[in-house]
């Protein structure tokens, strides 16, 4: 009889480690696609919101395809092609549309930490780095700015190992310098990971950079990230500006028939990212405390739509403190 619970017990494991997805390998698909949808509105040329050089090699086939650019899914990898793939299915502008409120307002909180304190270091962090390429293609708002800032990328290896063999060594246009910190942010201590690549606790003005990352972190372990970028940082000058989605958005996006469930369970049809969404904010007026938070953009909102979002506009809440039924993403930009 023990042998054949023991028995029993080990058919569960192997099941539970197929029906598992592979964390790294869906990091990278993640990556992919955003790149291929940066790289789709850079190749709109002069009416394009940024041109990311970069993003159509780092895409790959399996972003490309997941954006529904079947240009390029099928071989036809050229900036024209993807150009012809249209938007993406049931983008609707949205990535370009952060893209772009994220670039501007990195640049932004670097041109405020320089006049608060033009001598003291600047650091900027992108926690969940992924394919970002903004170290290479934004500008510091002055050269004196650029000689004073340190960009950190925080995320799986895997995932910033393939970038550097994918980009090479171009020339950095927003920074000095760039350091790698490898580390699970649900799991491992990024913080001590930073240090040991250069960023300094307390003595600098930090840009925090969270794109498209705290949803897929547990409530409690956002809580943490949000408080210790707020202790390490110097105040004064120091930005945090993320992305983040409400309760309806989280409701909306786990919600499938059981058929279709169980199909992703066993995979035999893939499980979209936004079903791995674990946390919301139903507030982000107070979400971020102890920063102080002054924007909270939707896409479609006068300062979030650059023309681009083809969407409905977003309806007013009712409250911060209402129950919203309302799906929304957020981009916010908060002070310390």
Request: net charge positive.
């Amino acid at each position: 009889r023990c042998l054949s619970t023991y028995g029993h017990l080990e058919a569960r494991r192997r099941v539970a480690r197929r029906m598992a997805p592979n964390v790294a390998t869906e990091v990278v698909k993640s990556a992919n696609s955003i790149a291929a949808l940066r790289a789709i509105e850079s190749a709109r040329g002069e009416e394009a919101l940024f041109i990311d050089p970069w993003a159509e090699a780092l895409s790959g086939r399996i972003g490309v395809g997941a954006t529904g650019t079947s240009a390029v899914a099928s071989g036809a990898t050229s900036s024209s092609s993807i150009a012809s793939g249209g938007k993406g299915r049931g983008d609707k502008g949205r990535i370009a549309i952060r893209t772009k409120f994220f670039d501007d307002a990195v640049v932004e909180a670097l041109r405020r930490a320089h006049e608060a304190e033009p001598s003291r270091e600047k650091h900027v962090v992108f926690l969940g780095a992924g394919f970002d390429t903004r170290a290479w293609r934004l500008r510091a708002p002055s050269d004196a700015c650029k000689a004073l800032t340190t960009v950190f990328e925080v995320d799986v290896e895997s995932v910033l190992r393939e970038k550097r063999e994918k980009m090479g060594d171009p020339p950095l246009s927003l920074c000095r310098g760039r350091a790698e910190a490898y580390a699970d942010i649900e799991r491992d201590d990024w913080l001590a990971k930073l240090e040991r690549v250069g960023f300094t606790s307390g003595d600098a003005h930090v840009i925090w950079v969270f794109e498209g990352l705290l949803y897929y972190l547990a409530p409690r372990v956002v809580r943490r990230v949000i408080a210790t970028a707020a202790k390490v940082s110097t105040p004064g000058g120091s930005t945090l500006i993320a992305s983040v989605v409400n309760r309806a958005s989280v409701r909306r996006a786990k919600s499938a028939p059981w058929r279709t469930k169980f199909r992703r369970a066993f995979k035999l049809e893939p499980t979209p990212a936004k079903a791995q969404w674990k946390s919301w904010c139903d507030a982000p007026e107070s979400y971020f405390r102890p920063w102080r938070t002054q924007t909270a953009a939707q896409l479609g909102d006068p300062n979030c739509s650059f023309g681009r979002w083809s969407g409905d506009a977003p309806p007013a809440r009712a409250s911060p403190r209402a129950r919203d039924p309302i799906p929304r993403t957020y981009y916010v930009i908060a002070h310390l």
